[in-house]
């Protein structure tokens, strides 16, 4: 089993910056991918930025240039640093874990989520 933490949400205004992460624990050992993945109200879950252990990554149309993915793979660690927030980014973030090598990840392991408020 492999469990996933997130942290660093929270509220900020338009234009902010806020920067989340996700540790994986238990059986964590080289995680191929590990992805963020964002649900609004009312909307479907839907991947915001995803990376493998290569480096290799795919962003969401909507936070190309805004949002950056990034991991550490000695602390099976995986990071979103998210500039220029807008209100439309408000939304539960969730991290996703797969043990497979894909820009897409769609593993069975997901963290608790955490709440981005972007509004002024």
């Known amino acids: 089993q492999v469990q996933l933490v997130e942290s660093g949400g929270g509220l900020v205004q338009p234009g902010g910056s806020l920067r989340l992460s996700c540790a994986a624990s238990?059986?964590?050992?080289?995680?191929?991918?590990m992805g963020w993945y964002r649900q609004a109200p009312g909307k479907q879950r839907e991947l915001v930025a995803a990376i493998t252990t290569g480096g290799s990554t795919n962003y969401a149309d909507s936070v190309k240039g805004r949002f950056t993915i990034s991991r550490d793979n000695a602390k099976n660690t995986v990071y979103l640093q998210m500039n220029s927030l807008k209100p439309e980014d408000t939304a539960v973030y969730y991290c996703n874990a797969d043990r497979v090598i894909t820009l897409v990840p769609k593993g069975d392991y997901w963290g608790q989520g955490t709440q981005v408020t972007v509004s002024s």
């Open positions: 238990g059986r964590s050992s080289s995680i191929p991918t």
